[in-house]
């Protein structure tokens, strides 16, 4: 019966076994590249991207002839064609798409590690630009009903007619029944953001580099979709990253230190809908998180304690504070109280998160940013570095079909 | 719908404009339209399957029909919009998630429930109103204790 797999039943015994996966430890990222953050690029996403990618690959010591994969999102509005064609690229034989929005981060990094491991390509290179903030702002509603019109994403149909629009008051539901059922002190809130905020102001690259914030600052942030705040929201950015995947054997060669990718999953569970699986049993989690948490713990041979560093995919707070219940890292309900006053979670702390400023306070380039700051903590070079990291969590979004990477040094 | 077309209505977004994609929820809409609230079912095992979908999840049958159902239920979660998203909307308004007696939870709004007064677990029964005249929305209203109960032996 599938409706066992509502209840959760992860079976390792269905599953390849970790020495069968050919992407565990013999891939690595050598190479991080971005543009500038900002709220008003002033440029095209074409631009940006070429910028990202050409960064990227100076940055693994590569040359643009050596780049023979391109990864991307469905939602990239760039054409891969134009990259090809500005850039010069003269040797690409391999490319491929993720749909599911943010989800799709980690499964990008999943896909060209693969194509490497498997001899299909050397050299991969997976890129986002985008304009959020002064071109398409995937956080307003009219946005949604027009995308609408020509996807497959039947469920909103449901939801549109009653003004039930945007991202935000789709995580809404979620926290508003998660808060009932743990009770959840509205006050108790806010403390991932203001860690978040405080690694930015170390950050130059950060779009809220220069703009502090304290936790009555969050308490006294406007309620957009109560139960939550202008602070619990990321930071609409243009804005491009790009990434660099080879083999763990080519990267020993390379520029900088591998970011070796021991585990790499996606996850897909039942009854999932973009951002609105309200039809499960228990609404108060995110299986699809739980689900990819526990493929890449077990293919990589580690559990959460282990982590040094997560670079948790938020593009609203609560969806950071769901992932620490389902990744592990704490108790049902008690994420809340676990980043309470901040200091587990700030770069010091028991679990450092998101030490770039992650997707709030550095910039929202649907994840990309997250896996290039997990890069810099494996190679030491991060502006909130921890000390000593060897194992590095990135996940993508939440709410949707998702993805993640644990990196080694 | 178009963006465009949203602006100058200001009507709610459409379901039965989005075309084919929405034909495996036209019975749903239909039925809206004769003011009644019906889910589909495995013609098989009996699973409700909301949304509805080709077949059966558990036992893959492709059979299945529409049972009208009670059309009442609790809040089971909600959110206000403080800024309203989209003209149609005047904000605050709020969204419900209310889970029907069956088990399917549906997003309505409400009718004559501040957002101050909303409660998760408060009962609610559906009510219909006509938009244009193409067009029929489902909403929810709040349903005293004793409401509950009579049509609950219906069941």
């Given at each position: 019966?599938?409706?066992?797999?509502?209840?959760?039943?992860?079976?390792?015994?269905?599953?390849?076994?970790?020495?069968?996966?050919?992407?565990?430890?013999?891939?690595?990222?050598?190479?991080?590249?971005?543009?500038?953050?900002?709220?008003?690029?002033?440029?095209?996403?074409?631009d940006m991207a070429c910028e990202a990618i050409k960064?990227?690959?100076?940055?693994?010591?590569?040359a643009i002839e050596d780049i023979d994969g391109l990864e991307a999102f469905t939602l990239e509005?760039?054409?891969?064609?134009?990259?090809?064609?500005?850039?010069?690229?003269?040797?690409?034989?391999?490319?491929?798409?993720?749909?599911?929005?943010?989800?799709?981060?980690?499964?990008?990094?999943?896909?060209a590690a693969a194509a490497v491991a498997t001899g299909v390509a050397n050299h991969v290179v997976c890129y986002r630009s985008l304009n959020e903030a002064s071109g398409h702002r995937y956080g307003r509603g009219d946005g949604y009903v027009g995308y609408l019109s020509e996807a497959p994403t039947l469920h909103y149909g449901y939801y549109f007619p009653f003004g039930f629009l945007t991202p935000l008051a789709w995580a809404g539901m979620y926290a508003k029944r998660w808060m009932h059922e743990y009770g959840i002190d509205p006050d108790q809130l806010g403390w991932y953001s203001v860690v978040l905020r405080e690694n930015a102001l170390r950050n130059p690259k950060a779009v809220f580099n220069d703009r502090p914030m304290t936790h009555a600052d969050y308490l006294e942030s406007p309620m957009i979709v109560e139960p939550l705040r202008l602070f619990d929201c990321c930071v609409d950015t243009d804005g491009a990253v790009a990434l660099v995947i080879t083999s763990a054997e080519r990267a020993k060669d390379l520029k900088q230190t591998p970011a070796y990718i021991l585990a790499a999953a996606q996850s897909c569970p039942p009854e999932q809908e973009i951002q609105?699986?309200?039809?499960?049993?228990?609404?108060?989690?995110?299986?699809?998180?739980?689900?990819?948490?526990?493929?890449?713990?077990?293919?990589?041979?580690?559990?959460?304690?282990?982590?040094?560093?997560?670079?948790?995919?938020?593009?609203?707070?609560?969806?950071?504070?769901?992932?620490?219940?389902?990744?592990?890292?704490?108790?049902?309900?008690?994420?809340?109280?676990?980043?309470?006053?901040?200091?587990?979670?700030?770069?010091?702390?028991q679990l450092p998160l998101n030490t770039s400023g992650g997707l709030l306070s550095e910039a929202y380039i649907h994840g990309y940013n997250l896996i290039a700051e997990g890069v810099r903590q494996i190679r030491g070079t991060s502006t909130s570095q921890v000390e000593g990291a060897e194992l590095v969590l990135a996940t993508g979004g939440p709410g949707v079909p998702t993805s993640g990477l644990i990196l080694r040094r | 719908m178009t963006t465009e077309q949203a602006t100058e209505t200001a009507q709610r977004p459409h379901?039965?404009?989005?075309?084919?994609?929405?034909?495996?929820?036209?019975?749903f809409w239909e039925a809206v339209r004769r003011h009644e609230l019906s889910l589909q079912r495995c013609a098989e095992c009996g699973r409700w399957l909301f949304p509805p979908r080709p077949m059966c999840p558990d036992c893959r049958c492709a059979e299945s029909e529409w049972v009208p159902v009670s059309g009442r239920g609790t809040v089971h979660s909600w959110v206000t919009y403080d800024e309203s998203p989209h003209p149609a909307f005047a904000a605050p308004y709020s969204v419900l998630l209310v889970e029907l007696e069956e088990g399917a939870r549906l997003v309505s709004n409400p009718v004559d429930i501040a957002p101050d007064e909303l409660e998760i677990g408060m009962p609610v029964r559906v009510v219909f109103r006509d938009e244009g005249d193409d067009f029929t929305v489902f909403l929810f209203e709040r349903a005293t204790p004793d409401a509950q109960e009579e049509p609950a032996s219906a069941q």
């Open positions: 019966m599938l409706s066992e797999y509502l209840e959760r039943r992860y079976r390792p015994e269905r599953r390849p076994s970790p020495e069968a996966n050919l992407v565990r430890d013999n891939t690595a990222i050598v190479g991080i590249g971005q543009t500038e953050f900002s709220r008003n690029s002033g440029r095209d996403e074409l960064n990227a690959v100076a940055d693994a010591g590569l509005r760039t054409s891969m064609p134009a990259i090809v064609s500005a850039l010069g690229i003269p040797n690409l034989r391999f490319t491929s798409e993720i749909s599911f929005g943010g989800g799709a981060s980690g499964a990008n990094v999943l896909h609105t699986s309200y039809n499960r049993p228990v609404m108060s989690g995110l299986p699809e998180t739980w689900y990819m948490g526990q493929e890449l713990f077990r293919v990589a041979g580690v559990g959460p304690a282990d982590i040094d560093v997560a670079q948790l995919y938020d593009p609203f707070s609560f969806g950071a504070l769901l992932q620490l219940e389902e990744l592990g890292f704490c108790e049902r309900g008690e994420s809340a109280a676990f980043c309470e006053g901040g200091d587990r979670i700030r770069p010091d702390g | 379901p039965a404009l989005w075309g084919v994609l929405y034909r495996s929820s036209t019975p």
